[in-house]
């Protein structure tokens, strides 16, 4: 993400195979730690063991491309996408 210090919104699509019990989210505990930068998230089942969240997300460059390497580092994490825009 250009302009690192610059205010961003944005959305963030994030598709994941769940290998957790009962379907958990890998990014659960990422949400609660970012829980200033995430403004919002919807969760959607595409399959019986994959699913897809878009995060709606406000915050400087840095921080978004911070939180979109940390979520695509996770365990079952098949696409990540970020798409911003300055406000």
Do not use: C, W
């Not at 994030?14 to 505990?29: D, H, L, Q, W």
């Amino acid at each position: 993400l250009s302009g690192g210090m610059a205010a961003r919104k944005g959305v963030m699509t994030v598709v994941y195979k769940s290998t957790a019990p009962n379907n958990i989210s890998p990014i659960s505990e990422i949400r609660h730690t970012y829980k200033n930068i995430i403004r919002m998230s919807l969760f959607q089942s595409i399959q019986r063991d994959r699913h897809l969240e878009v995060l709606l997300v406000q915050g400087t460059g840095t921080q978004l491309k911070e939180l979109a390497d940390l979520v695509g580092l996770q365990k079952g994490i098949e696409f990540v996408k970020i798409t911003t825009t300055t406000i």
